[in-house]
């Protein structure tokens, strides 16, 4: 079993970045496929990106894709998602979750581990 908690994220203006981080305890992040997913008021909850179980694939969103960057820091069992070129859509909470099981990463269902979420606000 894995607790998940997010941190990093705040009030920025549009076309600024920040850098979401997502603490692991129990057991490694290596023994898990990671993915950060967002909700926006009155949305239902997005995949933003993925990571395979070994750090050597990563996964996003369409609507993310030149502009966010998931990464791993196994020594701290740590994820991070780099958001960078920020947007008012991309205002919501954003939220950590981890998996042992197989199946395609955006998917909130195949996802076993859920952190608390960090709310991320873009203003224009």
């Known amino acids: 079993q894995v607790q998940l908690v997010e941190s990093g994220g705040g009030l920025v203006q549009a076309g600024g970045s920040l850098r979401l981080s997502c603490a692991a305890s129990g057991r490694p992040f290596s023994s898990y496929a990671t993915g950060w997913f967002r909700q926006a008021p009155g949305k239902e909850r997005e995949f933003v990106a993925g990571m395979s179980r070994n750090g050597n694939y990563a996964y996003y969103a369409d609507s993310v894709k030149g502009r966010f960057t998931i990464s791993r820091d196994s020594a701290k069992n740590m994820v991070y998602l780099q958001v960078n070129s920020l947007k008012p859509e991309d205002t919501a909470v954003y939220f950590c979750?981890?998996?042992?099981?197989?199946?395609?990463?955006?998917?909130?269902?195949?996802?076993?581990?859920w952190g608390q979420g960090t709310q991320v606000t873009v203003s224009s």
């Open positions: 979750a981890a998996r042992v099981r197989a199946g395609d990463y955006e998917y909130t269902s195949n996802y076993d581990y």
